[in-house]
């Protein structure tokens, strides 16, 4: 079976060929992805949890439980987002998974991902992943007709 390819012209007339990759590489390197989130997760989870049932006289003067529970839910979204986001940026299109894996991400030109187009890329993810967390996307793929 041959891979799919994408070809790009250059503005000095060369045509620059990129290979696709497979559902399969981009799920596993969304997994491995997934498992570094997770573990990050669970060690700033414990960290709050712990901070939370501390026995601190400063946490319930103030009422700082809640202030706590609520900095720890916006620290898993700010890193769940911007590990993509960032990663992609200054990793030449590349997260962890994704050089694992040997793929990255390029813009349509052939040229690396933008700052601005990592961010567009990663936030229509958000929508992407509803409602059924990516389980519609999957469907839709169609095999190549040859």
Known sequence: MEKEQVGVKTPEFI???FQLAGLGSRAA???????ILSAVNLLLAIIFII???SESYW????????????MMIIAIFVIQWGYFIL???????????????GIRVI???????????????????IIDSLP???????????PSET
């Open 15 to 17: 045509s620059l060929q």
């Open 51 to 53: 901070l939370i049932f």
């Open 29 to 35: 390197a969304f997994i491995i992805d997934q498992l």
């Open 59 to 70: 946490l319930y003067i103030f009422d700082l439980n809640s202030f706590i529970f609520a």
């Open 87 to 101: 990663y992609e940026y200054f990793s030449g299109g590349r997260t962890v998974g994704k050089n694992i894996m």
């Open 107 to 125: 813009q349509e030109n052939g040229h690396s991902i933008t700052f601005l187009s990592s961010f567009i890329r990663n936030l229509l993810r």
């Open 132 to 142: 059924i967390s990516y389980l519609l996307g999957i469907f839709m793929i169609s």
